[in-house]
T-cell receptor, first 116, second 115 residues
Framework: DAGVTQSPTHLIKTRGQHVTLRCSPI?????VSWYQQVLGQGPQFIFQ???????GRGNFPDRFSARQFPNYSSELNVNALLLGDSALYLC???????????????FGEGSWLTVV | AQKITQTQPGMFVQEKEAVTLDCTYD???????LFWYKQPSSGEMIFLIY??????QNATEGRYSLNFQKARKSANLVISASQLGDSAMYFC????????????FGTGTRLLVSP
């Protein structure tokens, strides 16, 4: 079975541009979360979507938005890119929401975004 | 609010030896889960092991085991019989067992396994 897949794997954008990152969860998984990992730090939570509804939002500006589609895939959009948005963006999926033994959270390989 | 602390920026171990990576956590919520992930240089976060706050026994997954001491709020990862391929960043994370799924991560420990 395919794991969590993300695209693109690497991209370079200019300050002020917009970027869309995509994520396909593991088949059957209904929860998708997005994390930002700046170099040298642990991942920081951005959004969680479950059954196509936003369940949680981290401490990120309104330039960050996301949505989940009927097939449970998800997009993360970032507007007006800043140099500080350069990071690895990780998508995670799980069967349900919550952190319990029946609900292992799996991550994709991430999208490396460089803003110049 | 939840917090994860990993105090070891880097650890060295020889091949075939065991190593313990430390993790302490803080939360006032009684129902939570603790995760360990491995992150190679490629970036993917690879799930290793999970421990629930109400689990009576320490979790084990192959060469990985979790030394869970609830009173001390620690959840240390033990890797037995280290292999060269174990060299990577290791992250401890916590999530609450609620209708909202947010993992809080530590700063990670870089493990280097030498021949």
């Amino acid at each position: 079975d395919a794991g969590v897949t993300q695209s693109p794997t690497h991209l370079i954008k200019t300050r002020g541009q917009h970027v869309t990152l995509r994520c396909s969860p593991i088949s059957g998984h209904k929860s998708v979360s997005w994390y930002q990992q700046v170099l040298g730090q642990g991942p920081q939570f951005i959004f969680q979507y479950y059954e196509k509804e936003e369940r949680g939002r981290g401490n990120f500006p309104d330039r960050f938005s996301a949505r989940q589609f009927p097939n449970y895939s998800s997009e993360l959009n970032v507007n007006a890119l800043l140099l500080g948005d350069s990071a690895l963006y990780l998508c995670a999926s799980s069967l349900e929401t919550g952190a319990n033994s029946r609900n292992t959270i799996y991550f994709g390989e991430g999208s490396w975004l460089t803003v110049v | 609010a939840q917090k994860i602390t990993q105090t070891q920026p880097g650890m060295f171990v020889q091949e075939k030896e065991a190593v313990t990576l430390d993790c302490t956590y803080d939360t006032s919520d009684p129902s939570y889960g603790l995760f360990w992930y491995k992150q190679p240089s490629s970036g993917e976060m690879i799930f290793l092991i999970y421990q629930g706050s109400y689990d009576q026994q320490n979790a084990t997954e192959g060469r990985y085991s979790l030394n869970f001491q609830k009173a001390r709020k620690s959840a240390n990862l033990v890797i037995s019989a280290s292999q060269l391929g174990d060299s990577a960043m290791y992250f401890c994370a916590m999530g609450l067992n609620t209708g909202f799924q947010k993992l809080v991560f530590g700063t990670g420990t870089r493990l280097l396994v030498s021949p």
